[in-house]
Nanobody, 112 residues
Framework: QVQLVESGGGLVQPGGSLRLSCTASRSIYLMRWYRQAPGKQREYVAALTSGGSTHYADSVKGRFTMTRDNAKNTLFLQMNSLKPEDTAVYYC?????????WGQGTQVTVSS
């Protein structure tokens, strides 16, 4: 069993920045961020292994950076140059023992 707790969402103007956090109840090898905009399917954003390998969706590459503090089982998503189309609920995801676990989600709204 894995619990994931996210924080850091909010309202920001276009071009602004936000940092999301996700704390897991245990050490996880592969952690990912997803997002879901109103009326759309959940989409992949980025992934990071405990070894430091990263992967980003094309839509966020160069603007978002994913890091982690392995000692605290905490994942971060630094989001810069935010656009209105980044507006969504952002979910932390952990793959553990063959199962997917999800956080409760945190709302990010990019609007002037």
């Amino acid at each position: 069993q894995v619990q994931l707790v996210e924080s850091g969402g909010g309202l920001v103007q276009p071009g602004g920045s936000l940092r999301l956090s996700c704390t897991a109840s245990r050490s996880i090898y592969l952690m990912r961020w997803y997002r879901q905009a109103p009326g759309k399917q959940r989409e992949y954003v980025a992934a990071l292994t405990s070894g430091g390998s990263t992967h980003y969706a094309d839509s966020v590459k160069g603007r978002f950076t994913m890091t982690r503090d392995n000692a605290k089982n905490t994942l971060f998503l630094q989001m810069n140059s935010l656009k209105p189309e980044d507006t969504a609920v952002y979910y932390c995801n952990a793959l553990y023992d063959g199962k997917n676990y999800w956080g409760q989600g945190t709302q990010v709204t990019v609007s002037s």
